[in-house]
């Protein structure tokens, strides 16, 4: 697949709109198996003993006994419990989140990745280029026990030269501009147009508004014909995006390309940046010229802007050996920069065939943060910002009952990441079997084998020692794969 061709899939994934066929022959050039895994399923909700506990706090391991009721923790052992864990030698981490990603824009895209996402224990998500007309038919299968929490940002703001226009008025079948303009995304140029199509921003039912900058400081790019279509607004035109937004209590990401971009979209009070800048050089600069001055990493921490780490999609792009290490050497330059100024930093990938666990060993390569940092950020830091309402990325008392059991400490080693021994989603256990997923929250089920006996003999026992008897370590009682 050409460079164009992916670069445009990152800003908007619109597989959605191409025949099935050719969704699958694209997704086989991008490396992706068109086959799907088989479904997660949830349990009913249970109440947990979660025994010999060993947790991570957002800094470092706690241990103790933790319980779960009603989704949530709780402070004392419930009443009743359905499942007793006995979890010695295991490790408890909230889910992961990503940030930015454009995957599951669409039933497709969905059914695709989104067990993906759960398999490899993101359970929150920011989708942040997407067409209302995709996302409309999905927005109820969201946010489900067996589904990722998605934020989706449908309203997509441009220029009339701007990306992603090219790439719709070249795709599989051609889009014709009237069916582009302020319908898959909208075209502001001047603050003037942003205040007289602002009316058009409630009926999207965006979660997030989304801006397009594309080295606005290099206006000789416009001049240029076949770039039509690849560029973005002014920064005139998201402050004004940024200031009407706020007024009605609205967040906005801008999408950036440069250290410039980047500058602009700081001083503008933007709540989220998309990526760091230069994650490739689109035309020929040097990589060097991407770097963030200190002044404005100092900026970006003051305004309390989260910048979305998005280090991996460089990948897409296939550079050279050589280029490559230039490329990524910026980003430890910037990360570095940031991290000193206390800039407030997310996970996010941006990489249309994986997400931020992929994001995360990528920024563990690269040397700057240490795990604790980098697993604060994925599974504390990035879901709090991208829901501030809820209570996740936590253990106590109050917070969501979502988390994921590893076999080893991801502080020694994030590999401990890749292979969850069990996913609990609200108090809800995720299998990809059915028969567990049936019975795991019902008092004579299989998961307590020894209680079923017990009543059926006409025997009694204490339930937390029945329970304690019929439970044993995750690995073998979860139902996973």
């Known amino acids: 697949m050409s460079l164009p061709l992916i670069r445009f899939l990152r800003p908007l994934h619109l597989l959605r709109r191409l025949p099935a066929p050719l969704t699958v022959a694209l997704a086989t050039l991008l490396g992706v198996s068109p086959a799907l895994a088989d479904n997660y399923k949830a349990s009913p909700e249970m109440a ?17 006994s933790l319980y ?10 419930p009443r009743k419990v359905n499942r007793l864990l006995e979890l010695r030698g295991q490790t408890l981490v909230a889910p992961l989140a990503d940030a930015h990603n454009h995957n599951l824009q669409g039933a497709w895209g969905l059914d695709k990745f989104g067990q993906d996402y759960l398999r490899d224990g993101v359970f929150y998500a920011a989708m942040l280029c ?71 921003i409630a009926g999207r039912h965006s979660d997030l508004v989304k801006v397009i900058m594309s080295y606005h400081e290099r206006p000789e790019l416009r001049q240029q014909p ?82 979305i780490t998005a280090t991996a999609a460089t990948q897409l792009f296939q550079p050279a050996p050589e280029l490559l290490a230039r ?39 690269l040397g700057v943060l240490d795990k604790a940092a980098l697993l604060r950020l994925a599974s504390v830091d990035t879901p709090r910002a991208l829901f501030p309402q809820r209570k996740l990325g936590c253990f106590q008392p109050g917070c969501e009952a979502s988390f994921l059991v590893l076999a080893g400490n991801p502080l020694e080693d994030l590999a401990a990441l890749d292979k969850p021994l069990l996913r609990i989603k609200q108090g809800r256990v995720l299998t990809q079997l059915e028969d567990v997923a049936a019975t795991a929250g019902e008092e004579n089920n299989a998961l307590n084998s020894s209680a079923s006996s017990k009543k059926k003999s006409g025997g009694k026992k204490p339930a937390s020692k029945s329970a304690k008897k019929s439970s044993g370590k995750p690995a073998s009682r979860s139902g996973t794969r």
């Open 226 to 307: 076949e770039l039509r279509g690849r560029l973005g607004v002014t920064p005139e035109v998201v402050a004004e995006v940024v200031r009407r937004a706020h007024a009605e209590q609205r967040r906005v990401v801008v999408h950036i390309e440069s250290a410039a971009d980047f500058a602009a979209a700081v001083r503008a009070g933007a709540d989220f940046i998309a990526e760091l800048p230069g994650y490739f050089p689109q035309h020929g600069e040097e990589p060097e010229t991407h770097l963030i001055p200190p002044e404005i990493a100092a900026l970006a921490a003051q305004k309390q802007v989260g910048i």
């Open 68 to 77: 779960v009721e009603d989704g949530r923790f709780v402070e004392k052992r």
């Open 130 to 200: 997407a067409d209302p007309a995709a996302i409309d038919p999905i927005r109820a299968r969201v946010a489900q026990a067996e589904t990722p929490d998605v934020l989706f940002a449908t309203a997509c703001i441009t220029s009339s030269d701007g990306q992603p226009l090219a790439m719709l008025q070249s795709g599989t079948p051609p889009m014709a501009l009237d069916q582009i303009v302020d319908k898959a995304v909208l075209i502001m140029d001047t603050p003037e147009q942003v205040g007289q199509k602002w009316p058009l």
């Open 48 to 64: 947990m003993e979660l025994r010999h506990a060993r947790w991570f706090d957002g800094e470092k391991l706690q241990s103790g």
């Open 327 to 365: 490329i990524e050497a910026v980003q430890k330059q910037n990360l570095e920069r940031l991290k000193a100024a206390g800039a407030r930093l997310l996970v996010g990938s941006d990489l249309f065939t994986g997400n931020a666990l992929n994001e995360l060993h990528h920024l563990d390569q």
